[in-house]
Nanobody, 124 residues
């Protein structure tokens, strides 16, 4: 069992930056693929970024590529999402997720565990 707790969300002006953190419980954190998804009101949950257990491979949605960076620190059981050049359309609840056998990193059903989410609001 893995529990995920996100933090770092908040209100920021367009062009600003935020760093989200997700702390995971469980001794097998380092073996999981970790991801970030987001969901805006009235929209489906969408993929943002993912990182393999070693951190050697990352994947991003086209909408955030070049602006967001995902990273992890297995010694701290933590995954991060650095978000720069934020836009109003980035406003959403951001969810951290973990999966042990992730075949398709962009599909929510590929993941086993989800955090409660943290709100990110970008004002124009």
């Amino acid at each position: 069992q893995v529990q995920l707790v996100e933090s770092g969300g908040g209100l920021v002006q367009a062009g600003g930056s935020l760093r989200l953190s997700c702390v995971a419980s469980g001794r097998t954190f380092s073996t999981y693929v970790m991801g970030w998804f987001r969901q805006a009101p009235g929209k489906e949950r969408e993929f943002v970024a993912a990182i393999t257990w070693s951190g050697g491979s990352t994947s991003y949605s086209d909408s955030v590529k070049g602006r967001f960076t995902i990273s992890r620190d297995n010694a701290k059981n933590t995954v991060y999402l650095q978000m720069n050049s934020l836009k109003p359309e980035d406003t959403a609840v951001y969810y951290c997720t973990a999966g042990s056998m992730v075949q398709a990193v962009r599909r929510p059903l590929s993941y086993d565990y989800w955090g409660q989410g943290t709100q990110v609001t970008v004002s124009s």
